[in-house]
């Protein structure tokens, strides 16, 4: 499904921000990817994303070798990885059934479809009764919902969760965890990314851990994390 072979991501001729890396994601993995701030692991998100470009090494996702993706296919590939951050980013005069819809009105699809889609998504992620909540009358753990559900309402192979929990309180983000994994059992590929020791050592899910833009761990059952390790 993901495939990174020996890939470098080098900015102004300075220390790689990855520095060779090797990393295969199965298709309906959950993975978790920890490491300090500044480590790599947001780089290898807007790699993924087709936001960044390789500086040597190749990417290959469902498929699709990077090296051979020409800038009018970006956008139908990303249809194809769903993303959450850590801001929400809503729209704030959308409301909750709105902001999901947009999503799928900016690929054209029918009023009809829309109307169908959405309320699935909605019940998927918990939110029934909050469709027409504007994001100010939510919390922040039903706003991240409201993301998650926009993100995977054109049914993504890839959802890429960007530390969607590190605003939110502990119950409001497991809340979000447990959302993320159900959409996992859906079949789609999860990408975790977490400052969240309890989260990683509860999940109990494969961890890659990154330092100095290298993988320095690769464990397919996470054991206890040093916190100075996710910091």
């Known amino acids: 499904m993901i495939l990174?072979?020996?890939?470098?991501?080098?900015?102004?001729?300075?220390?790689?921000?990855l520095d060779r890396i090797n990393l295969h994601i199965e298709k309906k993995e959950f993975v978790i990817i920890v490491g300090r701030s500044?480590?790599?692991?947001?780089?290898?998100?807007?790699?993924?994303?087709?936001?960044?470009?390789?500086?040597?090494?190749?990417?290959?996702?469902g498929g699709v070798d990077y090296e051979q993706l020409k800038n009018r296919d970006i956008p139908y590939l990303r249809r194809k990885i769903g993303t959450v951050f850590q801001d929400f980013k809503l729209l704030s005069n959308?409301?909750?059934?709105e902001n999901i819809a947009f999503a799928l009105d900016i690929?054209?699809?029918?009023?009809?479809?829309?109307?169908?889609?959405?309320?699935?998504?909605?019940?998927?992620?918990?939110l029934k009764g909050k469709e027409d909540n504007y994001p100010h009358e939510l919390s922040g753990g039903e706003r991240q919902k409201?993301?998650?559900?926009?993100?995977?309402?054109?049914?993504?192979?890839?959802l890429i969760a960007d530390e969607p929990t590190g605003n939110l309180d502990p119950k409001s983000a497991w809340d979000v965890i447990k959302v993320l994994e159900k959409?996992?059992?859906?079949?789609?590929?999860?990408?975790?990314?977490t400052h969240n020791?309890?989260?990683?050592?509860?999940?109990?899910?494969?961890?890659?851990?990154?330092?100095?833009?290298?993988?320095?761990?690769?464990?397919?059952?996470?054991?206890y994390m040093d916190k100075a390790s996710l910091k």
Do not use: W
């Open 197 to 223: 020791v309890a989260i990683v050592n509860k999940l109990r899910r494969r961890v890659v851990t990154i330092s100095d833009g290298k993988i320095i761990g690769d464990k397919s059952r996470s054991e």
């Open 183 to 193: 959409i996992n059992k859906h079949g789609t590929t999860v990408l975790l990314t």
């Open 107 to 126: 690929i054209g699809m029918s009023n009809k479809e829309i109307k169908h889609t959405v309320p699935k998504v909605i019940s998927l992620v918990g």
């Open 94 to 97: 959308k409301t909750a059934f």
């Open 38 to 61: 500044g480590a790599g692991k947001s780089t290898i998100m807007k790699l993924l994303t087709r936001e960044e470009k390789p500086t040597t090494g190749k990417i290959i996702v």
């Open 4 to 17: 990174f072979d020996r890939v470098t991501k080098t900015y102004n001729k300075k220390k790689p921000v």
């Open 146 to 158: 409201v993301a998650i559900a926009r993100a995977v309402v054109r049914q993504p192979k890839i």
